[in-house]
Structures are given as structure tokens and as C-alpha cells.
DNA sequence: CGTGTGACTGACC
DNA sequence: AGGTCAGCCACAC
């Protein structure tokens, strides 16, 4: 028997998807710290790639990922952009111009939280 | 196997 | 504050 290689590319989704279904309500991530909670350097590509292809019914949390400057990464005028800047804020996060203050909604989690989750 | 393309980032103007 | 750019990496062609 072998572990699934935890370098694939299905092992890493499965760990992004695992991540952001973490990301508290009301709060949100960057693409690159997902990756990084994730055990994904410089993998914040890869976490937009795998919320594409996160089945629907998993019901991920993925308007929680934003960019790391704050923006809503999706192109302004699509539909995917509408949808993310409603759901976001129907859970009391601030949108101006498609952007959220980090500061402010950012999530910050406490090391021990990590530990014991990830 | 080379190239182009992003739901990305950080560094630099 | 806002644009450019190189680095990044999985994927489509």
C-alpha cells in the first residue's frame, strides 16, 4: 500500500478546499495565504485553479479568497464577480470598488488553531 | 516538448 | 495610489 503522494495535484486541491472550508464567516484569506496553510509555497495560482474546479455541492466558501491586495480577483464585469461581491457581503464584509480592507476582514489565525487543524 | 494563459504575488517604480 | 514586471505552476494546444 502507498500514500496517495501529497505532491499530486489532487492531494493539494483536497488540502486548499480543506483550508478555505475553514476560513471563518464574515472574515477572508488571500489566495497566497490559503497556499501557504496549505503547505503550498507560492502555490496561489493553484488555489484559484482548484476553487474552479471544487465540485458545487461541497458548497466551498470560495468568495472568502480574495486577492492579496484586497480585491475581488474575478474580472468586474462577471457574473463571478457579482456573485462573490452578494455573498460577501450578505455576511457583513465591506465591498468598495470590488475591494475589502484586509485589515479589517482579513483572517488571522492563531498558530494552535493551525496546529490543530491542518 | 515548446508556448501561452490565468480566480496570484511581491518588488519596483 | 496605480501600473509594470518577473517569477510562479498547472493546463490547454
Redesign the pocket.
Known amino acids: 500500500m502507498s500514500e496517495p503522494d501529497p ?1 499530486s ?1 489532487e492531494a ?1 486541491y483536497r488540502r486548499i478546499w480543506r483550508v478555505v472550508a475553514a476560513i471563518p464567516e464574515g472574515q477572508v484569506a ?4 490559503v497556499a501557504q496553510l496549505a503547505g503550498i ?9 482548484a ?4 465540485p458545487e455541492d461541497m458548497q466551498l466558501p ?2 472568502r ?1 480574495i ?3 484586497g480585491r475581488i ?3 468586474p464585469d462577471s457574473p ?1 464577480f457579482r456573485r ?1 461581491r452578494r455573498q460577501l457581503l450578505a455576511e457583513g464584509i465591506l465591498v468598495r470598488d470590488g475591494r475589502v480592507d484586509m485589515r479589517r476582514f482579513g483572517w488571522a489565525p492563531a498558530s494552535d488553531e493551525i496546529l490543530l487543524r491542518f
Open positions: 505532491r495535484t493539494r488571500s489566495y497566497g495565504q509555497a507560492r502555490g496561489a495560482r493553484q488555489v484559484g485553479r476553487l474552479a474546479k471544487a470560495w468568495f479568497v486577492s492579496a491586495n480577483a474575478l474580472a463571478g462573490q
